[in-house]
């Protein structure tokens, strides 16, 4: 036995050896911290900034077109892989699907996914409650499987503990103090969900009381109220004072009381400045500029053409790239490698700017042919011209033309011509 393994050692196995310490002292099934079942009511479903905040990001990736391309760069105009984003269940459509995932992300910090195999290739995708997940660790620290918990009803789904693949896909936020769940928005903006929400409480009891600031009857004081008095005047207060029905009624006193007020008026607490400032703690949360949530108050850009622009350059585009990664790193073996990303040129929002970038491109002369594609979005030419300065290719495509133009009859230069239209592009 030790003469065979001199000749034939066993392969060394690579592995962390920090991740494994991951799960000393835990316990098997890793318990999320957060409170999802908050988040969503306090949050989500009456807050409504971040119900808009978490809507626009879900909406403007939802809304997106996606591109199929090869292990080249080509682009595919039809693939399985498109067809299965674009309709990825029987109960779903494709945006509907993506609205979906994004509004869970958001709200959890954490993202489930499950596909669905017909032999060899992904037929269906499904979006899950992230709060019906917990993870079982193994031995190495990362999952074994995931448990989604229904009722009474568990499904576990294994993971393969080398590779990490399973027919569940886990994304999450990065979290700094836990090693298995995301850290949600909700969670950073918490506070000022909570000061909104009491703001907006403040203000609806506000008109609830007339729109009067809360004050008290007061008597002289050689004047005292029995308990029987007091009560009855109480209940007649509450009764015949207050509420919007009762706004404007004129107050009838008994002799000797007199109408003081206590608090100070909305002006004076800045209710209305509290409550616009929690707003903007709120969307500054999800990455969505106040100006497009209608948020008066003090905004970093000139116009809603420019807030637009910057909402998807800096939540929208690196959000869709990530889910585009994790999808790709999950799916793409099972199409050849084929991958799907963003089809950033038919995003409205950020045209002009493509344009603006393409044209900079178009006049640059220091950059390769390679190097202007890439800028473009397209994929990359093999050498010689792949290398070619584009001073150099408006350089000879002048004289290719004059040539032309000189000798109507000579015939063109085949396949270098070919590929110098290309590069061109459109300059």
């Avoid at 099934?29 to 989500?44: D, L």
């Avoid at 997940?133 to 993971?159: C, D, H, L, M």
Wanted: proline fraction near 6%.
């Amino acid at each position: 036995m030790k003469l065979f393994d001199h000749f034939f050692p066993t392969p060394e196995v690579k592995a962390s050896r920090a991740l494994e310490t991951h799960i000393q002292g835990l316990p098997k099934a890793v318990w999320t911290a957060h409170n999802y079942e908050a988040f969503c009511k306090e949050g989500f479903a009456v807050n409504v900034v971040a119900y808009q905040a978490i809507s626009r990001v879900a909406n403007s990736i939802g809304s997106m077109k996606w591109a199929a391309f090869d292990k080249n760069g080509t682009r595919l105009e039809r693939h399985p892989f498109l067809d299965l984003i674009n309709r990825p269940n029987t109960l779903q459509s494709g945006k509907e699907w993506w609205r979906a995932k994004v509004a869970y992300f958001l709200i959890s910090g954490n993202g489930y996914d499950e596909r669905i195999l017909s032999g060899t290739r992904p037929i269906e995708l499904w979006t899950l409650r992230p709060d019906r997940f917990t993870i079982e660790a193994s031995s190495g620290g990362v999952p074994s499987a995931y448990v989604y918990k229904t009722g009474q009803n568990k499904v576990r789904f294994t993971v393969d503990t080398v590779t990490g693949d399973s027919d569940v896909r886990h994304m999450k936020m990065f979290n700094p103090t836990d090693d298995w769940y995301g850290s949600s928005p909700m969670k950073a903006a918490a506070y000022a969900i909570d000061q909104h929400n009491e703001a907006m409480a403040w203000l609806q009891a506000l008109l609830q009381n007339s729109a009067m600031p809360s004050g008290a009857l007061t008597v002289d004081k050689e004047t005292t109220l029995s308990d029987e008095q007091f009560n009855r005047l109480k209940n007649e207060v509450e009764e015949n004072y207050t509420g919007a029905r009762n706004a404007g009624r004129p107050m009838l006193l008994e002799g000797g009381m007199q109408w003081q007020t206590m608090s100070l008026s909305p002006e004076d607490m800045i209710i209305i400045e509290l409550k616009d400032s929690a707003a903007r703690d709120i969307s500054l949360a999800f990455g969505v500029p106040p100006l497009l949530l209608n948020i008066p108050g003090d905004n970093t850009f000139a116009n809603y053409k420019e807030a637009r622009l910057g909402f998807f350059e800096d939540t929208v585009i690196p959000l869709a790239d990530m889910f585009a990664e994790e999808l790709n790193t999950w799916l793409s073996d099972f199409f050849s490698g084929v991958t799907i990303r963003p089809d950033y040129d038919s995003i409205e929002a950020i045209a002009e700017k493509r344009r603006e970038q393409w044209e900079l491109v178009d006049t640059a002369d220091e950059i390769t042919v390679n190097e202007a594609r890439e800028l473009k979005g397209f994929p990359p030419l093999p050498a010689p011209i792949g290398d070619m300065l584009m001073a150099d290719l408006r350089s000879s495509r002048r004289g290719h033309e004059g040539d032309r133009a000189n000798n109507p009859g000579k015939p063109d230069d085949g396949a270098e011509a070919v590929l110098k239209e290309l590069a061109y592009g459109r300059l």
